[in-house]
């Protein structure tokens, strides 16, 4: 096996003195590999790959992305959010700035690119996403799925090894979830590393390498797709299952 | 049951519903209350204006005569005379009579930049240049001590380039100012946050009666002897320090709207904080409270007029000092009074107009 471009080792994370959300946490992620992780909320998924870009600092434990550890230097965390993309749940794209702008940003500001070089590689992406003509909009003027295309092709301006997804279709009315998982698949078979907290059990069996399920701050199985849902080993795991698979 | 689709058919659309007819109709005229309220304040208005026009206009007197103007109170007549008499004296102070010109161009150039630096086609880098430029025109003119321009100290400055001056520079000194106070009350480091908070619930505990009497008479005394600074410039200070920590405090209730996200996702693009703050957070949040920090721009230009307590007559002052020192003249502070407001509120409506401009820039985004 290839050396792992994501490596928890016995983390542990604490909210405040008593709730222990990430308990032990040992996980590695292969370059190029798809991972879903789901579980009930609470459960400390969202806590987990916010860790890996320091949106949450780690307490114990070492964490290591792309070949450096996290830790409170500052130039370490700079050096890895420039390797990792992330999409959140709620977009957060900045509804001042036009949807090229919130593009351009970063490559510009942080990447030191030529505003021309900035905006052929935003129109890129744009293009990727199926979304180039809105580029003179303001966010709040697109649909849902529309803004959640935005901010995958802005984490990806920066052309980022890995990329980390929050619920990125929780937040979407069902006609949306559609065209947000064809852009997701669509990245997927381009090769990024991929962590994914989802809900959507028909992309982890789409895409997935591993499906991780996750309760209590711990990992309770993780195993490759048609395995976990066919075969789920842990009784908690055959009850969520039935819970989300259910209906 | 017919399933075929009918057409409700088309109607005339209802007779005009633009133009002045039928805007007094709708709003004026719309129903027996507001009908009642227009005739009420039609009939107020019929009863008030006439006394109005004939105090400030048939029965008043222009012409700068002290006598003249004795008779018109008797009949009831405004005395703009005092104005047309005393003008020179409310808008240009104990300034040296004969020197006039120069706070009058100084004053000029000044409101012309201030204008400009509203515009945004100026806003260019090379507007800042041109504020240094005029800053020190400004100067220069009031100063003089060059060019066989007599010299006149700030002691003698005085009326509306006093009050001008001085509510410009507290006010583009307090503004970035309360924009680094609010950050660091927000900062994660105690110290700067600790000396933040101190500042401003300081500075907000106290009158700005009581910060100017400070600037102007205990700050001396812990000078080392022979070392002075101008009071003008202690006072300058003490406005700005006190204005910034209210605005603070403004810029912190727009940094706190700002959701969390937006700061998370500047994060992971790998913006620094500064950036972050620059590009995402300050734009976002200093747009949604325009309108307060306009309210405390216009609090500023009228505070101004405090400074007259010690001893720097500005227009408040200066109206003051023309008329009570002359006891023919004294009688009509009233109208001269109005003088001032009219001129306070040029300044302070244009400013207001100037923020609604700004908020309809700013709600671009928002339109959907």
């Given at each position: 096996m290839t050396a792992p471009i994501i490596s928890f080792d016995k983390v542990n994370k604490w909210y405040?003195?008593?709730?222990?959300?990430?308990?032990d946490i040992d996980l590695n992620v292969a370059p190029g590999e798809r991972i879903v992780i789901c579980g009930p909320?609470?459960?400390g998924k969202s806590t987990l790959i916010r860790c890996i870009n320091r949106l949450e600092e780690h307490q114990q434990g070492h964490l290591i992305v792309d070949g450096v550890e996290l830790s409170d230097d500052v130039k370490a965390i700079e050096a890895i959010r420039k390797q990792v993309g992330m999409v959140f749940q709620q977009f957060n794209?900045?509804?001042?700035?036009?949807v090229l702008e919130n593009l351009t940003l970063a490559p510009m500001w942080v990447g030191k690119m030529p505003k021309k070089d900035a905006e052929e590689r935003a129109m890129k992406q744009l293009e990727r996403v199926r979304i180039a003509e809105q580029a003179g909009k303001y966010p709040l003027q697109l649909s849902g799925g529309q803004q959640q295309r935005v901010a995958i092709a802005r984490a990806l301006c920066l052309t980022p090894k890995i990329m980390l997804f929050d619920?990125?279709?929780?937040?979407?009315d069902p006609e949306m979830i559609k065209e947000v998982l064809d852009v997701m698949i669509e990245l997927a078979e381009g090769g990024i590393t991929m962590l994914c907290v989802t809900h959507e059990m028909g992309f982890a069996k789409a895409v997935a390498n591993r499906v991780i399920f996750m309760d209590l701050g711990q990992i309770v199985e993780e195993n490759e797709p048609h395995e976990f849902f066919n075969n789920p080993k842990s009784d908690r795991t055959k009850d969520f299952l039935s819970k989300i698979l259910g209906h | 049951m017919n399933d075929t689709f009918q057409p409700i058919a088309p109607r005339p659309a209802?007779?005009?519903?633009?133009?002045i007819v039928p805007w007094v109709r709708n709003n004026l005229f719309g129903n027996w209350s507001s009908t009642l309220a227009t005739v009420l304040v039609l009939a107020a208005a019929a009863w008030w204006l006439p006394g109005l026009l004939r105090w400030a206009i048939f029965d008043a007197v222009f012409s700068p005569d002290s006598q003249l103007c004795q008779a018109a109170r008797e009949t009831g007549g405004a005395c703009w005379g005092v104005v047309a008499e005393k003008y020179r004296l409310i808008i240009f102070g104990r300034y040296p009579f004969e020197d006039q010109w120069r706070p009058a161009v100084a004053t000029a150039a000044m409101v012309v930049l201030l204008v400009l630096s509203c515009v945004r086609v100026f806003w260019r880098p090379w507007l800042v240049l041109l504020w240094a430029a005029v800053l020190a025109l400004f100067f220069g003119l009031m100063l003089g001590?060059?060019?066989g321009m007599e010299h006149v100290p700030t002691d003698r400055w005085g009326g509306l380039p006093l009050t001008v001056m001085v509510a410009t520079l507290s006010i583009v000194l307090a503004f970035p100012l309360s924009v680094a106070v609010a950050l660091g009350r927000r900062s994660n480091m105690p110290a700067i946050k600790t000396i933040c908070v101190i500042y401003v619930e300081l500075i907000r505990g106290v009158p700005l009666i009581s910060v100017l009497f400070m600037a102007s008479f205990m700050f001396p005394l812990f000078m080392p002897p022979g070392m002075s600074i101008d009071v003008l410039i202690r006072v300058l200070v003490g406005i700005t320090l006190f204005s910034a920590a209210y605005m603070a405090e403004i810029v912190r209730g727009g940094l706190q709207a700002i959701p969390k996200g937006q700061q998370e996702a500047a994060d992971t693009l790998g913006l620094s904080y500064w950036q972050a703050q620059r590009k995402i957070i300050l734009p976002q949040a200093l747009a949604l409270v325009v309108p307060g920090i306009m309210n405390n721009f216009i609090a500023i230009f009228k505070d101004t007029s405090l400074i007259t307590i010690v001893s720097l007559y500005e227009l408040t002052g200066a109206m003051g000092l023309a008329l009570d020192s002359d006891s023919d003249w004294r009688p009509f502070k009233l109208t001269a009074y109005l003088f001032i407001t009219a001129i306070y509120f040029i300044f302070c409506f244009s400013m207001s107009r100037y923020s609604l401009w700004i908020e309809k820039q700013l709600s671009r985004s928002k339109n959907r």
């Amino acid at each position: 096996m290839t050396a792992p471009i994501i490596s928890f080792d016995k983390v542990n994370k604490w909210y405040g003195n008593n709730f222990h959300v990430l308990r032990d946490i040992d996980l590695n992620v292969a370059p190029g590999e798809r991972i879903v992780i789901c579980g009930p909320s609470g459960s400390g998924k969202s806590t987990l790959i916010r860790c890996i870009n320091r949106l949450e600092e780690h307490q114990q434990g070492h964490l290591i992305v792309d070949g450096v550890e996290l830790s409170d230097d500052v130039k370490a965390i700079e050096a890895i959010r420039k390797q990792v993309g992330m999409v959140f749940q709620q977009f957060n794209l900045f509804p001042h700035l036009t949807v090229l702008e919130n593009l351009t940003l970063a490559p510009m500001w942080v990447g030191k690119m030529p505003k021309k070089d900035a905006e052929e590689r935003a129109m890129k992406q744009l293009e990727r996403v199926r979304i180039a003509e809105q580029a003179g909009k303001y966010p709040l003027q697109l649909s849902g799925g529309q803004q959640q295309r935005v901010a995958i092709a802005r984490a990806l301006c920066l052309t980022p090894k890995i990329m980390l997804f929050d619920e990125p279709t929780s937040a979407l009315d069902p006609e949306m979830i559609k065209e947000v998982l064809d852009v997701m698949i669509e990245l997927a078979e381009g090769g990024i590393t991929m962590l994914c907290v989802t809900h959507e059990m028909g992309f982890a069996k789409a895409v997935a390498n591993r499906v991780i399920f996750m309760d209590l701050g711990q990992i309770v199985e993780e195993n490759e797709p048609h395995e976990f849902f066919n075969n789920p080993k842990s009784d908690r795991t055959k009850d969520f299952l039935s819970k989300i698979l259910g209906h | 049951m017919n399933d075929t689709f009918q057409p409700i058919a088309p109607r005339p659309a209802p007779v005009r519903t633009e133009g002045i007819v039928p805007w007094v109709r709708n709003n004026l005229f719309g129903n027996w209350s507001s009908t009642l309220a227009t005739v009420l304040v039609l009939a107020a208005a019929a009863w008030w204006l006439p006394g109005l026009l004939r105090w400030a206009i048939f029965d008043a007197v222009f012409s700068p005569d002290s006598q003249l103007c004795q008779a018109a109170r008797e009949t009831g007549g405004a005395c703009w005379g005092v104005v047309a008499e005393k003008y020179r004296l409310i808008i240009f102070g104990r300034y040296p009579f004969e020197d006039q010109w120069r706070p009058a161009v100084a004053t000029a150039a000044m409101v012309v930049l201030l204008v400009l630096s509203c515009v945004r086609v100026f806003w260019r880098p090379w507007l800042v240049l041109l504020w240094a430029a005029v800053l020190a025109l400004f100067f220069g003119l009031m100063l003089g001590g060059f060019a066989g321009m007599e010299h006149v100290p700030t002691d003698r400055w005085g009326g509306l380039p006093l009050t001008v001056m001085v509510a410009t520079l507290s006010i583009v000194l307090a503004f970035p100012l309360s924009v680094a106070v609010a950050l660091g009350r927000r900062s994660n480091m105690p110290a700067i946050k600790t000396i933040c908070v101190i500042y401003v619930e300081l500075i907000r505990g106290v009158p700005l009666i009581s910060v100017l009497f400070m600037a102007s008479f205990m700050f001396p005394l812990f000078m080392p002897p022979g070392m002075s600074i101008d009071v003008l410039i202690r006072v300058l200070v003490g406005i700005t320090l006190f204005s910034a920590a209210y605005m603070a405090e403004i810029v912190r209730g727009g940094l706190q709207a700002i959701p969390k996200g937006q700061q998370e996702a500047a994060d992971t693009l790998g913006l620094s904080y500064w950036q972050a703050q620059r590009k995402i957070i300050l734009p976002q949040a200093l747009a949604l409270v325009v309108p307060g920090i306009m309210n405390n721009f216009i609090a500023i230009f009228k505070d101004t007029s405090l400074i007259t307590i010690v001893s720097l007559y500005e227009l408040t002052g200066a109206m003051g000092l023309a008329l009570d020192s002359d006891s023919d003249w004294r009688p009509f502070k009233l109208t001269a009074y109005l003088f001032i407001t009219a001129i306070y509120f040029i300044f302070c409506f244009s400013m207001s107009r100037y923020s609604l401009w700004i908020e309809k820039q700013l709600s671009r985004s928002k339109n959907r």
